[in-house]
């Protein structure tokens, strides 16, 4: 047993002076090979953490959310509808939601206002989004002026900021009262823009779903278990969009490597020629040749999943910041929180570490087998 | 090259020296799967995101706040992207990141 370590050992020593004979060369490899992965696993890492994030934070959004809508578009919702519903068997709470958005031209940046009465605020009093504190420098105590439906500007005063944590959803929020709501966007009472349903049993929740479409032929229900799936499929969707736009580097890389593992040079088919001659067996050189392969991609996966996961988790995916953004001016700074997915991280390590190990062994193999004097001639 | 050789022989054996690499690369690999597992969403309290979806009904998140239609992906109609005007090409690069819906890339599948 010791004795097959050792001689594997052996080959690992030789392979390694070979390696090291082509530094250059090798080193090159290895770099482009690294930042392969590199961009695999980030893309990887940032979109399974942000789907597992997205599904933690949404898992308490509304059961229902019903939406009026008049001739194909979102409408406001009279409240009304609410004794109109009736009582509904399995809904334990049913409100409307206030809310609307406002386009900032200072910035340049839409915001989402939303009353909040759990806060009790004054009329003049609002809670902010940590992106619009950034973006328009304010913290509690000063004054955001917006205009309102009636043209005329309207000052609120910051009561606080809320919290950095929470930035994800709320990164471009106005929390306030709802007569100043009310009166910022001209809705008169008795209108909401959508009402929220909570069920607390989920098996009933397609039941309450269909009940609420005969009852309110006009409005539409939106299901939490929609919300949920419709993150998951812009995460799966973004995950594709990303790596179609890889494709080309990847493939680049392929040609790459099948051109540097599958064409022996011809130093390369001396050395196996002189190898040979001196006694060595042709399952000794593919063996040697296997670790030279195994040794480059092992490193470059390792080295490449280890930057991707600093370059997600610990400078907050940075490269994928422009892509994200869009045209937002409120992108929301959050750092992704770590999630690491086994069968991802073992598809990454097949797919990285195999194919260019194997394709290094053909060649070496065909060389190999032919006959040590014409290999070196 | 022998077993068991000085210290400096056995720094200088390439072998050695690889199996030092991996080491360190191996433990790497372990302390990031231990700090998933510690700070990961498993082991931590989403805190006060969930909370305010609780209190507010939010049903979004804050990702892509250029348009009312990619702000709010789950309260978009179903035509969001031409919602503005007839024909009006949607221009927003975040609607090139957000998928078609359900019912258009699979339409086997029942339309919500």
Redesign the interface.
Same mark, same amino acid.
């Given at each position: 047993m010791l004795q097959a370590i050792e001689r594997q050992r052996y080959f690992i020593d030789y392979s390694l002076s070979s390696l090291a004979r082509r530094r250059g060369k090798n080193l090159g490899l290895l770099t482009v090979y690294s930042l392969i992965v590199f961009l695999l696993a980030s893309v990887m890492l940032f979109t399974q953490s942000l789907r597992q994030e997205a599904a933690a934070i949404l898992k308490e959004a509304p059961e229902i959310l019903v939406q009026r809508i008049a001739a194909g578009r979102q409408d406001l919702i009279p409240a009304a509808y609410l004794e109109r519903m009736g009582s509904l068997r399995g809904v334990s709470e049913k409100r409307g939601r206030l809310w609307g958005y406002h386009f900032d031209p200072a910035i340049k940046a839409n915001y989402t206002l939303m009353t909040a009465d759990q806060h009790q605020l004054p009329p003049d009093g609002i809670l902010i989004g940590a992106g619009i504190a950034r973006a328009r420098g304010l913290g509690a105590g000063d004054f955001l002026s917006l205009r309102g439906n009636d043209g005329k500007p309207a000052a609120f005063r910051v009561e606080g900021i809320l919290p950095a944590e929470t930035e994800l959803i709320s990164s471009d929020l106005i929390l306030m009262a709802e007569p100043s709501l009310r009166a910022f966007f001209g809705i008169p009472d008795g209108l909401y823009t959508d009402l929220i349903l909570k069920v607390s049993n989920p098996r009933e929740v397609r039941k309450v779903a269909e009940k609420l479409t005969l009852l309110l032929p006009d409005t539409r229900p939106i299901l939490r278990e929609e919300i949920l799936r419709t993150y998951d499929a812009i995460f799966n969707w973004r995950e594709g969009v990303v790596f179609v736009l890889l494709m080309g580097a990847l493939l680049a890389f392929v040609i790459f490597a099948w051109d540097k593992a599958s064409g022996l040079s011809a130093e390369e088919r001396q050395e196996i020629g002189i190898l040979k001659a001196i006694g060595w067996e042709t399952g000794d050189v593919i063996r040697m040749k296997f670790w030279e392969g195994g040794l480059i991609s092992l490193s470059a996966f390792l080295l490449g999943y280890l930057l991707a996961y600093l370059h997600v988790f610990f400078a907050d995916g940075f490269l994928f910041e422009p892509v994200l953004k869009g045209w937002a001016t409120l992108y929301p700074a959050f750092r992704p929180r770590p999630v690491v997915d086994g069968l991802q991280l073992a598809t990454l390590f097949f797919f990285s570490v195999f194919p260019y190990t194997l394709a290094t062994l053909v060649p070496v193999w065909r060389a190999a087998i032919t006959d040590p004097d014409s290999v070196m001639r | 090259?022998v077993?068991g050789g000085s210290i400096r022989e056995r720094v200088a054996?390439? *072998?050695n020296?690889?199996m030092a690499?991996?080491l360190g690369?191996?433990a790497?690999?372990s302390v990031?799967?231990a700090?998933?597992l510690w700070?990961?969403?498993?082991g $931590?309290d989403? /805190?006060? /995101?969930?909370e305010?979806?609780? +209190?507010?009904?939010? *049903?979004?998140?804050?990702?892509? &706040? +250029? $348009?009312?239609y &990619?702000?709010h992906? *789950?309260?978009a109609?179903s035509?969001a992207a031409f919602?503005d005007h007839p024909l009006a090409l949607d221009h927003?690069? &975040?609607a090139?990141? $957000? $998928?078609p819906p +359900?019912h258009l890339r699979n339409p086997h599948v029942a339309g919500?």
């Open positions: - | 090259m077993i054996r390439p *072998s020296r690889a690499w991996f690369l191996g790497l690999l990031s799967l700090h998933a700070f990961g969403l498993d $931590a989403p /805190g006060h /995101g969930v305010l979806v609780r +209190e507010l009904g939010l *049903s979004d998140l804050a990702l892509f &706040t +250029e $348009a009312r &990619t702000r992906l *789950s309260l109609d035509h919602q927003f690069p &975040t090139s990141l $957000a $998928a +359900e919500d």
